[in-house]
């Protein structure tokens, strides 16, 4: 008996998984579960997996549908592993709790780098594991270097196709394939879900859709800086001759970000719809066909556009390629490519011709830059196509994707000549400096 263990903790995860399933990309099993999981950071506030709407809609691919917040309670699913000693006590407890017997088990996981996923494969010692990818992470490199014991048992990584021609990063350490969840399969899944939006307003034709991240959960930005990155996108949108947009808030987005839209869309002159309903973009592309798609770095952007085929404009990734830290936060890589890929808000012939702002052989060659940059003890492979992609792109806008500071430690071109390196550790030179800056102000004054 074989039983396949699917985990996922959003419906757009569960979507992918199902048009994988309808596209026979795994093998036959005896039984399939659905592991679901809730990873915000306060659980009990938003509504399961299993509870959302269009949920019902995916179900009937999987025979079983188990709880890992259940399962592992009180613990939250992020923060507890199995210790090393208690995994075959684990792994005797599932299989009673979840009735696996002596089945042979398959785990499909996505972000095999960090918990739940990661500590379900630890339980399951030796089951083969597929890791399938809902979003832009897979095209860059691996979050942290992986036990070779989790690594090793991954034999393919499953992918939408959101920028045709680009090939995954994601655990190629390992040697691990890629394969692409086939689009159509995946479009056929939305369409499914395309009336389960309870509660989705009219909204007239030639509306812009502004996507929120919740960027400040993240500590990437602040409340008030985030707030001010949507009214920019509701500027931006009016700019282009938009009378009327809808913003999609992050489902634990502060009620205030919403009245501060109202107020700028108001002074604007624009109509504003804010949807108070959690729901997937994707269904929102099907219900109200919006004539513009607005984001900062979001995967929905790039199924807007791959398969929707709607115009869409990026706007605030230059901060957020300042303010990613540390350098290897595994952020960077989508925001480097929906920065490099689409037309800023700010460039009206842009967005109004959707020219893409590079080529995907370029982008190809950015993004294994960024990776080796990001990881390269996890990479070594990568450093001759970085020396290569840095040395041809010294003066180019290119440069706003490394940090001198990471050029200079790797010593790749671009980065502090090693003679001049000693310069910012020298206490002489700092003091001078600190002496310059005090004169400076006292001018000033």
Known sequence: ??????????????????????????????????????NAATPETPPPLDEQAGFERLRDRFDDVVSWNETISPFHPGGWAPRPDDVPLWERYLRLLWRLGDDDVELVVESIQVNPALGVCQIFTGAPVTVYADGLMSYGPTRSKIDPLVGTRVDRVLHLDLVPGLKPVLLTEFGVAARTVPTDA??????ELADTA???????????????????????????????????MVRGAVALGHTHVV????????????RALEQEAEKLGAALTVLDTPVLAEVLYQRIRPALVVGCFSTALLTASALYGLPVARTGTELLLERLTPYENS???????VDALLPDLADAAAVTGQRRETTVEALTELVRAVAYAMQPKIHPGLRPEAERYLAAHL???????????????????????????????????????????????????
């Open 1 to 38: 008996m074989t039983t396949q263990i699917f985990l996922a903790s959003t419906l757009y995860g569960t979507a992918t998984l199902a048009a994988a399933l309808d596209s026979d990309c795994f093998g036959p099993a005896d039984r399939r579960i659905l592991l679901v999981c809730n």
């Open 186 to 191: 995946f479009s056929k899944v939305l369409a």
């Open 198 to 232: 309870a509660g989705v307003p009219e909204v007239p034709d030639g509306s812009a859709l502004l996507l929120g991240q919740y960027l400040s959960a993240l500590d990437i930005l602040t409340a008030e800086e985030e707030e001010a990155l949507h009214v920019r």
């Open 247 to 258: 913003f999609k808030p992050h489902p634990s987005a502060p009620a205030r970000w919403s």
């Open 331 to 337: 952020n960077r890589i989508p925001v480097t490519i």
């Open 395 to 445: 003066d180019a806008p290119p440069r706003r994707y490394f940090k001198r500071r990471r050029l200079t430690s790797l010593a790749l071109p671009g980065g502090v000549p090693p003679q001049l390196a000693f310069i910012p550790r020298h206490a002489t030179v700092r003091r001078v400096a600190r002496r310059a800056r005090a004169l400076g102000r006292g001018r000033g004054r």
